[in-house]
């Protein structure tokens, strides 16, 4: 099980949260003229990294607030958590 | 018109489990609470309104993790981010925290009809809650709430005393009889005497 600290509510259970995709996704900008492979890369292509990834997640069984986490995909290690509008360096 | 309680057609009183050659004040003690007053108040995201300048029953909104405040009618429990439940047994609450509250800052919702709540008191209140709950409860303290899963269903923990240990579990009120099974079965190795 892995543990997952939550910036709203502190250190909670996996079991509590939700994985909601890669968080480094970007939609494209509005109004502006969007190509096909664009498109597709912002809904549909990941890179499915082996190593450190940015993740979104949901605390939907605390505070019901999206998170961003910073994970190992293949060893699992977390090693920083943000809110979801934090910027991350 | 008459109400029928969340846990109506299960919660029946008696003792049960391994309650024989034990102690009756060593029991513990499992109630459903009734007839409570429950809000939710959410801050929506664009407001900037100062939340801790409104007054409710004498009481201030907080936002803290974890954190109740509390007097003898009412508590506000710290829910998520501008994100509160209020239990109270003044019924005629309501219309002062909607007056309080603007709706274009607030969501304001009466959800008394939508808890089943449970209580359990007594020495092994934390063992029974482990046994389902994967929060530690050993970090939580008497005035403190907690939102988290108990066998997989999403309930609200609202610790009200220790020494002897006495919690509130609230649960959506579909889900209030799975949650009682769960608690009840959990509660049968230590024995205890439903009110």
């Known amino acids: 099980m892995l543990y997952i600290n939550c910036p709203h509510c502190g250190m909670r259970s996996q079991n509590e949260f939700s994985y909601g995709g890669d968080a480094s996704v970007k939609r494209p900008e509005l109004n502006k003229e969007v190509s096909d492979q664009e498109w597709d890369n912002f809904v549909y292509n990941r890179k499915s990294l082996r190593g450190k990834h940015l993740e979104l997640w949901q605390h939907i069984s605390g505070c019901r607030q999206w998170i961003k986490i910073e994970r190992d995909t293949a060893t699992h290690e977390i090693f920083r958590t943000f809110k979801a509008d934090e910027e991350v360096a | ?195």
């Not at chain 2, 007056?99 to 008191?121: G, M, P």
Request: aromatic share 10%.
């Open chain 2, 1 to 195: 018109m008459s109400l029928i309680s969340a846990l109506a057609n299960v919660h029946t009183t008696g003792q049960f489990g391994d309650y024989k050659s034990k102690d009756v004040n060593d029991l513990l003690k499992i109630s459903e609470i009734k007839n409570l007053l429950i809000v939710q108040i959410v801050q929506y995201k664009n407001s900037s309104v100062l939340f801790d300048s409104i007054d409710i029953d004498g009481l201030k909104l907080k936002n803290e993790p974890l954190t109740v405040v509390f007097n003898e009618t009412t508590r506000i429990m710290w829910n998520g981010p501008k994100n509160w439940l209020l239990i109270s047994t003044k019924k005629n609450l309501l219309k002062n925290i909607l007056d309080n509250f603007k709706e274009t800052d607030f969501a304001v919702t009466d959800i008394s009809h939508s808890r089943a709540i449970i209580e359990i008191e007594g020495k092994d209140t934390i063992e029974v809650l482990k046994k389902g709950c994967p929060f530690n409860f050993d970090t939580l303290r008497k005035n403190n709430s907690i939102n988290s899963t108990y066998n997989g269903i999403a309930f609200t923990v609202d610790k009200l005393n220790e020494n002897p240990n006495k919690v509130r579990l609230f649960a959506l009120r579909s889900f209030g009889e799975s949650l009682y099974h769960s608690i009840t079965d959990a509660s049968l190795e230590f024995g205890f005497e439903s009110i």
